[in-house]
């Protein structure tokens, strides 16, 4: 069966600092992944979206980047994080066999982000 | 620009009562709705909707999907003090949206 890791659960950064969250999905091949963050009272934003290695759309312009460096592994970055940046990272993904955005989709455990 | 609204924002009930939660959407190219249910982590998923008036049962949840109102409702019956999470609703037009979500809270 598939499983989705996140690390770290929680993080505690200063403004300035860099970012590193990763994602990584096993017991499947070929995911489409995505990064959301989510606000405090606030839905799901939609941040990054990948459909394969080295493939990736950005969906707001911000700060943060993300990396697709393997099949199965999806990285968020920060060079510099701003207070606004705090809030509840979620990883997820699925099935990418016909490579569009679509269908449902399995979230990770998420990272809570506090930017002091 | 795409839509989903979800409402009540917020509500409280106690223990055995029934919960009815609404979602109504305006996309361009309609595929599906989603329902979540979201504890402390990450949302887990509930219901995909395609066709209209056809309702989803899973134990005491329901869901059905109305594409002439573009809405959704999704119904709790005899809560329980578990059922206390944020529930999502999400479309997907090519994309997936997600409206802000309904906090319920079960009293015992």
């Known amino acids: 069966s598939q499983t989705i890791h996140q690390w770290p659960a929680t993080l505690v950064q200063p403004v300035g600092s860099p970012l590193s969250l990763e994602c990584t999905v096993e017991?499947?091949?070929?995911?489409?992944l995505y990064w959301y963050r989510q606000a405090a009272g606030r839905g799901l934003q939609l941040l990054f979206y990948?459909?394969?290695?080295?493939?990736i759309s950005s969906e707001v312009p911000q700060n943060l980047s993300a990396s697709r460096p393997q099949d199965r592994q999806f990285i968020l970055s920060s060079k510099k994080l701003l207070l606004s940046d705090s809030g509840f990272y979620l990883c997820?993904?699925?099935?990418?066999?016909?490579?569009?955005?679509?269908?449902?989709?399995?979230f990770g455990p998420g990272t809570r982000l506090t930017v002091l | 620009e795409d839509k989903v609204v979800q409402s009540p924002l917020s509500l409280v009930v106690h223990e055995g009562d029934t919960v009815t939660l609404n979602c109504s959407y305006e996309?361009?190219?309609?595929?599906?709705l989603l329902w979540y249910k979201q504890e402390k982590k990450a949302p887990t998923f509930l219901f995909m909707l395609t066709s209209s008036g056809i309702e989803k049962k899973s134990g005491r949840l329901s869901s059905i999907l109305d594409k002439k109102e573009l809405s959704s409702i999704l119904n709790i019956t005899a809560t329980q003090t578990g059922d206390s999470a944020i529930y999502l609703c999400a479309v997907d037009d090519y994309k997936l949206s997600f409206g802000a979500g309904t906090t319920v809270t079960v009293r015992a």
């Open positions: 996309v361009t190219n309609f595929r599906s």
């Open positions: 990948s459909v394969g290695i080295g493939q």
């Open positions: 017991g499947t091949s070929n995911p489409n």
């Open positions: 997820a993904w699925n099935p990418g066999l016909t490579k569009t955005r679509t269908d449902t989709q399995y």
